[in-house]
């Protein structure tokens, strides 16, 4: 089931409208780069900006800009200044929510590792990890998988937006992590690759952004959240705050998503990425608490409390999207946005998702 290479790598094919920001960004991003008009004629006052399906699609849509970009969008949009003017409106809503959500965490006298691994220990989230590994069914695992494609088909690109703005030691721990996120350069190994191969074996659609159009904003707002943080240098320490507690609660979870699909019936292949995080974020964790986000405080001590922000922040978001899932299996939906006319490319569908069947077990002899 390969891909051509435009549709595995990018641009994505720009998604539907939501509401009237997402609607004007997607009608403007279709025509050549000219000013939006000033006012929208409507409010930017999302009663939950977490779930909010426009704010987050709009937020979205803008910062895919300055990553791989959107199908047959003029480039020069990326710095087009009317539509940085209306997603740094988006962004002040969305940041004062995050701050809403989560406080500024103390920190702890022990230092900033210390804060993370409080954070860390405290952060008893739905069990959605236990979920999949012990109970969720083929369709639910596939869903899961859809939801988080939008990150791992780019994984630790908007981590690496941080690289240009350290120095010294906190650069070198976060390049010892980057390094093994993208395969120590081999294509075959990096994260995203590996990650493709686990949609590919479940019959998914392994394009990039090809789940997009139906990730629900909880889903969108775990990705913008990282490129909010790593497309602002202020924000600079939250954004290695967040990888920070990204690989600390990663280890666990991992095996129990590869265990899951294991007593699902799949093979070594769909498991790959998930086996490959148990081992490697073992060590990640402790090199992004200590090496990274102790090295960056030790430079820049005024930083402190906004890695802490930033890890709090990562863990609640992500508290959001389990508690979504779960909620979403708990009364028999799909926890995914059905996709509507007009009809997207084959294998886009889940709505009707195509059958497949795991791989047939190893012949026992
Ligand atoms: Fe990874
Ligand atoms: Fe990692």
């Avoid at 904003?217 to 497309?231: D, E």
């Avoid at 007009?342 to 791989?359: E, G, H, K, T």
């Amino acid at each position: 089931m390969s891909e051509p290479a435009d549709r595995r790598y990018g641009p994505a094919t720009l998604p539907r409208a939501r509401g009237p920001f997402s609607a004007a960004v997607v009608e403007a991003l279709r025509r050549p780069p000219h000013d939006l008009p000033a006012d929208l004629g409507v409010d930017l006052d999302p009663a939950d900006p977490f779930t909010d399906e426009d704010l987050q699609l709009t937020l979205f849509l803008c910062y895919e800009l300055h990553y791989r970009g959107w199908l047959g969008v003029d480039e020069s949009w990326e710095w087009q200044p009317t539509l940085l003017a209306l997603r740094a409106r988006c962004e002040r809503v969305f940041e004062a929510a995050l701050r809403r959500l989560v406080g500024a965490p103390p920190v702890p006298a022990a230092g900033v590792a210390a804060g993370l691994a409080e954070l860390v220990a405290a952060d008893n989230g739905p069990a959605l990890a236990a979920t999949l590994q012990r109970r969720a069914d083929l369709t639910q695992f596939r869903e899961f998988v859809a939801h988080r494609s939008v990150y791992h088909l780019r994984e630790a690109d908007p981590h690496s937006w941080a690289l240009p703005r350290l120095g010294g030691p906190a650069k070198a721990a976060l390049v010892e992590i980057q390094t093994d996120e993208y395969g120590n350069g081999r294509l075959d190994r990096m994260h995203a690759e590996l990650f493709r191969r686990t949609l590919d074996r479940l019959g998914l659609d392994t394009g990039y952004g090809a789940h997009v159009d139906v990730a629900p904003a909880v889903t969108l707002a775990t990705n913008n959240l990282m490129s909010l943080f790593g497309l602002h240098r202020r924000l600079r320490g939250a954004l290695l705050g967040h990888l920070a507690a990204f690989e600390m609660t990663s280890s666990l979870p991992n095996r129990r998503y590869g265990n899951g699909l294991r007593r699902l019936g799949f093979d070594e292949v769909a498991t790959r990425f998930y086996d490959e995080h148990v081992e490697a974020d073992a060590v990640h964790e402790q090199i992004a608490a200590h090496d990274m986000c102790g090295g960056l405080v030790r430079a820049e001590p005024a930083l402190a409390s906004d890695v802490l922000f930033g890890a709090a922040a990562g863990l609640a978001v992500d508290r959001l999207f389990a508690a979504h899932l779960l909620g979403s299996w708990a009364a028999g939906r799909s926890s995914l946005r059905a996709p509507a006319a007009p009809a997207l490319p084959p294998r886009v569908s889940l709505v009707a998702l195509p059958a497949v069947a795991p791989p047939a077990p190893p012949a026992l002899v």
